[in-house]
Nanobody, 115 residues
């Protein structure tokens, strides 16, 4: 069974940084795609960043230049470095992974940015 476990969320002041990690277990094959969604108060869930097994990354316009996604295929782990955080980044962040046409989701980690 595949399980995704997020870590690294928490409270931070505006302008600060956090690094999210998502470790996948129960798989012996590399995931074709991995990334992060977020659900902010009063908003729909949105794709924040994604990365393929080959290292091609895409970002939402709102986080370009501030967030960086990376992955370690040997560890089946995806990371997201978040710099210059803003209060509007406050949300629950969900890790996802795709393999063989199947989607897997983490339980989410809370990120709260105070003014």
């Amino acid at each position: 069974q595949v399980q995704l476990v997020e870590s690294g969320g928490g409270l931070v002041q505006a302008g600060g940084s956090l690094r999210l990690s998502c470790a996948a277990s129960g798989s012996i094959f590399t995931f074709r795609g991995m990334g992060w969604y977020r659900q902010a108060p009063g908003k729909q869930r949105e794709l924040v960043a994604s990365i393929t097994s080959g290292g091609s990354a895409e970002y939402a316009d709102s986080v370009k230049g501030r967030f960086t996604i990376s992955r370690d295929n040997a560890k089946n782990t995806v990371y997201m470095q978040m710099n210059s955080l803003k209060p509007e980044d406050t949300a629950v962040y969900f890790c996802y992974a795709v393999r063989f046409g199947n989607d897997y989701w983490g339980k989410g980690t809370q990120v709260t940015v105070s003014s």
